[in-house]
């Protein structure tokens, strides 16, 4: 078991937000909400999706050597807060 942590970047996009993750944005990981934390939360569900397809087709994942991606051998568990 691996645990892959991705760095994001939400950013203000006119009158809503946008959310990508450069490590996977090539395979379409990129969306938008109307809040920072809308578009925080389906950046997470947009990565999930990616991943999981990317490994079903098995291309193989970015690994910890790509910027902004952290893999760990153990479990992991991520917690953001906006501050």
């Not at 389906?42 to 994942?61: C, K, N, P, S, Y």
């Amino acid at each position: 078991m691996k645990s892959y942590l991705f760095d994001i970047i939400v950013e203000p996009d006119g009158k809503a937000w946008h959310a990508y993750c450069p490590a996977l944005e090539k395979w379409g990981a990129a969306t938008w909400g109307q809040t920072r934390s809308e578009a925080a939360k389906h950046i997470q569900e947009v990565v999930e999706m990616v991943v999981a397809e990317l490994v079903a087709d098995g291309i193989a994942l970015p690994g910890a050597s790509d910027s902004g991606v952290y893999v760990s051998s153990s479990p992991q568990v991520s917690v953001t807060v906006d501050a």
